[in-house]
């Protein structure tokens, strides 16, 4: 999917992901896209971002918070493009813990001013954690 905003605008769109989803445990939700930037005047990550309905809840249209997971960490794929040689394909992950529940997911996109970027590759992946896993009393500590 191509986005290019306009000079003095930032670019949003929104689509409909899954019209319904029932989480019967606490879940990791996993979004996994590759992206490729056209056109960089400065450094920034391409927004991905989730929005969900729950009607038990009565949230419509929520921000669910996902992470980026380790923007250092990601992986490139050089490809060939038209006219510009090689270029860098990134590969991003975002995580996000959902509570039980009946939902809808909607995906947005977002580009800032004067930008363009190709979209491809989305994955989303609903992963139920353990609930034993839940319950432990686990300490992080930050290593030196």
């Not at 929520?62 to 090689?86: C, R, S, T, V």
């Not at 509570?99 to 994955?123: I, K, M, T």
């Amino acid at each position: 999917m191509y986005l290019r905003s306009d000079p003095d605008r930032i670019l949003l769109i929104e689509t409909p992901m899954l019209s319904s989803l029932k989480v019967v445990t606490t879940s990791l939700v996993v979004l996994i896209r590759v992206d490729l930037i056209l056109k960089k005047k400065g450094p920034y990550t391409p927004a991905s971002r989730i929005t969900l309905t729950d009607p038990v809840r009565e949230i419509k249209n929520g921000l669910f918070i996902m992470g980026l997971i380790n923007d250092g960490l990601f992986w490139k794929i050089a490809a060939p493009f038209p006219g510009q040689g090689e270029l860098p394909w990134l590969g991003r992950i975002f995580v996000g813990i959902l509570p039980p529940g009946e939902y809808s997911l909607n995906l947005q996109l977002g580009v800032p001013a004067n930008e363009s970027v190709l979209f491809d590759g989305f994955r989303l992946f609903v992963l139920e954690i353990d609930p034993e896993i839940l319950q432990q009393d686990t300490e992080f500590t930050q290593s030196p």
